[in-house]
């Protein structure tokens, strides 16, 4: 069986060619990204546009160059992202697209329009049929679902309930509607480590549904509780029990189940660039970002979703760890990285999405 390609362009740089918003242009090219969509396709470029005081979230420049080389060959290029199931500025179209343009993510500097995927309110959906194991159907985000072509471009990074956030996670949970989001999230339940909590209360202010009280420490009402995992990001004492096994298996393999909706319909039509730089412990949607487990790596590309996520996952734990950062043990090059932080099976969801027939886990990695 012949092994999919992943694309790597690696840091260095000793020449103007060799800059790394140039190579993103190169592996474009490469790739055969630059191949996925026609002339007069409407082509939907999917980031995370980040929350204020979020830094690691991926540079406009990039996204630039993603949408010079969709421009040159007749697409037309829109940068999008669904609005968030947590309270914070991009839970609305008005305060997410006011979030992106402070970023810089400006049709001046970008060269494309910023269109939220799910409307208004993340009330504008598109209900697919995938008859899988959890979910019958799957409520996508309309304009992911119109768009001729997808270019998901996700920074690799870690995440409390998937162990990392990749691809699969950036289109899956991504493109999710609200709605979704919810559905996404249902089987997740934390909860509080009473030794741990000091009472400081974030939690309390950033849950988005009220299911937190304060008395004299943390308590979480299930019934109220919509698994966000909001109240795991913030807290500052490790308190909080981002929900068991059970759930957060759950939570991947209903991600990959959105992801399969999402690109039902867009066999050949989809790519995926994953920048493997800053991989910070958490994911760009809390308003901070913590130091770098291991040093910036490069970027990779691939039509294969599954073996682009693979690929990123053995990279960042083939290096050596950074010390004085979330990564307190497992700092030895070959280790696992991501369960050593979240005490999370990544790997549920990449077995699950390979299942599905959305790509393979096995890859031959190319460096250009």
Not at 133 to 162: E, P
Request: contains cysteine.
């Amino acid at each position: 069986m012949t092994k999919s390609k992943v694309y790597l362009a690696d840091m260095r740089a000793r020449k103007k060619s060799d800059n790394l918003v140039n190579k993103v242009g190169r592996l474009m090219r490469m790739s055969g990204l630059d191949s996925i969509y026609s002339r007069g396709d409407l082509v939907a470029i999917k980031t995370h546009f980040g929350e204020p005081g979020n830094t690691t979230f991926i540079r406009p420049q990039f996204m630039n160059k993603i949408v010079e080389v969709v421009a040159r060959k007749g697409g037309k290029p829109f940068l999008t992202d669904a609005n968030t199931l947590y309270v914070g500025k991009r839970s609305n179209a008005v305060d997410h697209v006011t979030t992106a343009t402070r970023h810089g993510f400006t049709f001046p500097i970008v060269g494309a329009p910023v269109i939220i995927a799910d409307g208004l309110k993340g009330k504008d959906q598109v209900e697919v049929r995938v008859s899988l194991k959890h979910c019958k159907t799957v409520k996508i985000a309309a304009a992911a679902h119109q768009a001729d072509s997808i270019i998901g471009v996700a920074h690799f990074k870690g995440h409390g309930g998937t162990g990392f956030g990749g691809a699969l996670k950036n289109i899956g949970m991504g493109f999710g509607s609200r709605a979704g989001k919810l559905d996404m999230h249902c089987d997740v339940h934390p909860s509080v480590k009473q030794e741990k909590c000091r009472g400081c209360g974030l939690c309390v202010r950033n849950c988005p549904s009220g299911a937190i009280q304060l008395k004299k420490k943390a308590v979480i009402d299930e019934k109220l509780c919509i698994g966000c995992g909001e109240c795991y990001v913030y807290c500052p004492s490790k308190a909080i029990d981002s929900g068991g096994y059970v759930g957060k298996e759950i939570l991947q393999e209903k991600i990959v189940e959105y992801c399969y909706g999402v690109l039902k319909d867009k066999k050949a039509k989809a790519g995926f660039l994953n920048f493997l730089l800053d991989v910070t412990p958490d994911c760009d949607c809390p308003p901070w970002s913590d130091k770098s487990i291991v040093p910036d790596i490069g970027i990779l590309a691939s039509k294969d979703i599954v073996a682009i996520d693979q690929a990123s996952a053995d990279l960042v734990n083939a290096e050596s760890g950074i010390k004085d950062t979330r990564l307190e043990k497992k700092l030895a090059a070959g280790t696992d990285k991501f369960r050593a932080m979240h005490k999370v099976d990544w790997e549920v969801q990449l077995a699950y999405a390979e299942k599905l027939g959305l790509g393979s886990r096995d890859y031959r990695l190319i460096r250009i």
